[in-house]
């Protein structure tokens, strides 16, 4: 799939260049434009280090960025234009935060359309007369206290909210390498062991709150979300600490 | 309400400990622990100054900065812990994305916990000792081709995801200044004078095409979501180009 075009309007720096391509890598964005750079292009030797250097190795974004003289030109090929903006203007504008800005271009592009996102001048952003050329404004939800951000730090909040776009990671999951999740029953029988080794060392002094520690202590054990792994591991430690050599199931034994 | 502690590992630049005090500044976040960083604290008046530079203006952030000779102490009163790591390891853990880590934290702190986010050197991020003392692990999605992040670039999405759950700017809005959205019945009325003046310049030669015309037109007009203000200067526009001084409507001249 195509992703958004990202477009640095008069960008002062040569880092922010290379720190701009080095957050489009990470979010896998491929298609940079820069429209009427300080530093004439091609880049002297100094200026091409310097910003080479700041793209920590996103090399490929930064050779195949294309190099416009005014803005109108950069814009020309696309079907919907976005103008990110941190201040509030004075002209009628549809204003998105990025969480829905983003989704909307992925639908828009899977629609065929070529879309593509503005920013503006480190100091100064963009102008009044430049956002009138979007079809409507990203503004990031922000600090208002403090809401100025480096021209790659904005460019890295649209780059991420498009690679979540993209992209199924599951929010919440358990990684477990080469093991499993325990079952209740190896939960129940290591429990049992438990049981039965503090009833025989008189740990249940009052009978009848048997039930309330028995159920506390089930459910830390269950809260924890124990692997088949770790379960050996817990039958091992009991065995060490009531002194028996080896526990009764052949296939427990802890694993260190 | 407190917000989640951000806790720099070793960190190894001085410029990274600024940056991410603007990150967090940005983001509403306000109290930074820094464990064992590689210039020793006080800095000398240079290494000052570049953290200074860098921080552009999180001063705040700076001077109450917390340092730290080793992790368990930075980590001593938290209730929940939460690593960043962008390699998988081969320990089990929880790993959430910062879209479902942050919404948690915000609820725990609510519930009255303590709750600290770890970042590792800039190098080698956190060893799997420390990642050990944390109850979860947070990963950010990102190209995996090219996931390496710059530290501050890391606290900043966490810190945005953060911010996120602090704020609740909607997602799509329209910005009108000073005007309002226009009614159905004045975009009605210039759409009937529009119609006149077509009608009386011949516009519609096919009379068969007139329902269909006419439903383009309504169509694009509606679909630009005028405000009150711009229907006025549209009634100015239609005046101006069949050469009637003022329109029939005492309200509209447009607004230029």
Redesign the interface.
């Known amino acids: 799939m195509s992703c958004p075009v990202i477009i640095l309007v008069e960008p002062q720096l040569v880092e922010n260049i290379g720190m701009t391509a080095?957050?489009m890598?990470?979010?896998?964005l491929t298609e940079l434009r820069i429209v009427n750079p300080r530093d004439p292009w091609p880049l002297g030797d100094v200026h091409h280090q310097r910003m080479m250097a700041a793209s920590?190795?996103?090399d490929d974004i930064l050779q195949n960025a294309k190099l416009y003289a005014t803005l109108p030109e950069a814009l020309a090929d696309l079907n919907y234009i976005y103008a990110t903006a941190a201040r509030?203007?004075?002209?009628?504008?549809?204003?998105?935060?990025p969480?829905?800005a983003l989704p909307e271009m992925a639908e828009r592009i899977q629609g065929g359309q070529k879309v593509g996102v503005m920013f503006g001048r480190e100091r100064t952003g963009l102008y009044n007369d430049e956002i009138a050329f979007a079809n409507a404004?990203i503004?990031?939800?922000?600090?208002p206290a403090?809401?100025?951000?480096?021209l790659a730090?904005a460019v890295?909040?649209v780059g991420?909210e498009w690679?979540?776009t993209q992209?199924n990671?599951?929010?919440?999951?358990?990684?477990?390498?080469h093991?499993r999740p325990a079952t209740h029953e190896e939960y129940l029988y290591f429990y049992g062991r438990l049981e039965k080794a503090l009833d025989e060392r008189g740990f249940f002094v009052a009978e009848d709150m048997r039930p309330t520690m028995t159920r506390s202590l089930q459910n830390m054990l269950q809260r924890a979300?124990m692997?088949e792994?770790?379960v050996r591991t817990w039958h091992g430690v009991l065995s060490a600490l009531i002194g028996q050599r080896r526990a009764p199931d052949a296939g427990e034994n802890g694993d260190r």
């Open positions: 080095r957050a890598m990470n979010c896998a920590s190795g996103a509030t203007h004075d002209m009628t504008n549809r204003i998105l935060t969480r829905t404004k503004t990031i939800p922000l600090n403090f809401s100025s951000l480096n730090q890295l909040l991420y690679y979540q992209n990671t599951p929010g919440s999951q358990l990684h477990m390498g093991t979300e692997t792994q770790e």
